[in-house]
């Protein structure tokens, strides 16, 4: 792995609190895993036996209904972790990881991590923090979806992704979310269409500008405060 890959995994949960010698150790177990636009790692109910550290690109969690709705659970990029929950749980997935572009992953099996923890609890307390985070924002939602109206909804995932994929621009926040229509309103838990209405909204008010696969914020402070 590049330099610049090995700076990534540092900023993942379990890597940040190690020292050089610990993540060397750790980094010798570690495999990399590359994953085509739209390929699917592993489904909901598949064994877990590993996790991965996103090195480059982006995945999506999903969780698909019986009558074949499917959530979005949320996007994640470059540094973040996810399949840390079967090391503690060893049951079957709770969700489905597919590539939302081109993706690099550094995959950890859990034979080679429980050792690893056992006589550094310093690096499994990280672990469970970084659950926690996940628990307190799945609470979040959940009161997002009873108490917040879709536009709201729809402000807050756009600032979120920002705050993931943001890059500022001459003319505002370039937000390349690269997820379609349907996948957007996957996310906030409403119909495309609803979605396409709020977006169209927050464009005739001027406080973003809609791209392909992607939003410019020209107001992130009127966005805040419509997310609120």
């Given at each position: 792995?590049?330099?610049d ?8 949960p ?5 020292d ?19 390929q ?47 090391l ?14 081109d993706?690099v ?30 628990l ?38 370039h937000v ?29 008010r001027?406080w ?21």
């Open positions: 792995m590049v330099d890959i090995n700076e990534v995994l540092r900023k993942a379990l890597f940040e609190t190690l050089e010698e610990d993540t060397a150790a750790l980094r010798s177990s570690v495999n990399e895993v590359r994953l085509g636009r739209g699917t790692l592993f489904n909901e109910g598949d064994e877990g036996d590993r996790l991965y550290v996103i090195l480059n690109g982006k995945v999506k969690l999903t969780r698909t209904a019986v009558d074949g709705r499917e959530n979005l659970l949320g996007v994640l990029g470059p540094g973040e972790m996810f399949g840390e929950l079967s503690f749980d060893p049951r079957p997935r709770t969700a489905s990881a597919v590539a939302v572009t993706s992953l550094a995959g950890l099996g859990h034979d080679d991590l429980r050792p690893f923890l056992s006589s550094r609890p310093q690096v499994s307390l990280q672990l469970l923090k970084s659950l926690a985070e996940r307190r924002r799945t609470n979040d939602v959940m009161a997002d979806l009873v108490f917040t109206d879709v536009p709201g909804r729809v402000a807050k995932a756009l600032l979120e992704l920002a705050e993931k994929f943001g890059k500022e621009g001459d003319d505002g926040l390349h979310h690269d997820l379609t229509q349907e996948e957007l309103a996957q996310l906030v838990g409403a119909s495309r269409e609803t979605v396409n209405k709020a977006l169209a909204e927050f464009a005739l001027g973003l500008r809609i791209e392909a696969k992607a939003v410019v914020l020209l107001d992130v402070e009127r966005m805040r405060r419509r997310a609120r």
